[in-house]
């Protein structure tokens, strides 16, 4: 069956970095871009930014311009997230996402979301 | 702030019809496709809506959406129990150049 499995749970010092992996299967990884999408505590989703893993183009949210840079192994159908200089308001669930044939088509695959963690 | 504007709750009872508003601008909802999504509690979000009104494969037909100007709604008909959990709309944005997400809106079946 299509899904996208994340790596586990991070807990991170304010300043350093985390990367996230976001394993595909089922599906031809590189047909269809991949969002990363993150969720504070009790707050709403916010999108960081999206990939094509076929061409490895990349656009990413003004608020994380940066510190975000997202890539991916095709030889592995993995896609990483990786959130450089950390602070505490970083604490969230991330999740990755397929985006269907077109960004109107909305995110019909989603990962189980990895826990990150951010304190001293 | 969120850019998409939703109300934070609604109730109903069960068997009953509840609608979810999504208000925007031309610059998203008035311009491009609004998706909706359910939240479960503890879970990941799940595609309920694409394109402003079609469903995804396997959703129930009790869920429908619809979309007026840089305004947009989700219907849920035959309230069930099961159906509580968080909706949130999103649409691409033309100015913002990215995905942009309403707050969420929390549903309790009375």
């Known amino acids: 069956q299509v899904q996208l499995v994340q790596s586990g749970a991070e807990v991170k010092k304010p300043g350093a970095s985390v990367k996230v992996s976001c394993k595909a299967s089922g599906y031809t990884f590189t047909s269809y871009d991949i969002n990363w999408v993150r969720q504070a505590t009790g707050q709403g989703l916010e999108w960081m930014g999206w990939?094509?893993?076929?061409?490895?183009?990349?656009g990413y949210a003004q608020k994380f311009q940066g510190r975000v840079t997202m890539t991916r192994n095709t030889s592995i159908s993995t896609a990483y997230m990786e959130l450089s200089s950390l602070r505490s308001e970083d604490t969230a669930v991330y999740y990755c996402a397929r985006v269907g044939a077109t960004v109107s088509s909305g995110m019909d695959v989603w990962g189980q979301g990895t826990t990150v963690t951010v304190s001293s | 702030q969120s850019v998409l504007t939703q109300p934070p709750s609604v109730s109903e009872a069960p068997r009953q019809r509840v609608t979810i508003s999504c208000s925007g601008s031309s610059s998203n909802i008035g311009n491009n496709a609004v998706n909706w999504y359910q939240q479960l509690p503890g879970k990941a979000p799940k595609l309920l809506i694409y394109y402003d009104d079609l469903l995804p494969s396997g959703v129930s037909d009790r869920f429908s959406g619809s979309k007026s100007g840089t305004s947009a709604s989700l219907a849920i008909s035959g309230l069930q129990s099961e159906d509580e959990a968080d909706y949130y709309c999103?649409?691409?944005?033309?100015?913002?150049?990215?995905?942009?997400f309403g707050g969420g809106t929390k549903l309790t079946v009375l």
């Open positions: 999103a649409a691409w944005d033309d100015s913002l150049n990215g995905q942009v």
């Open positions: 990939m094509n893993p076929n061409s490895g183009n990349t």
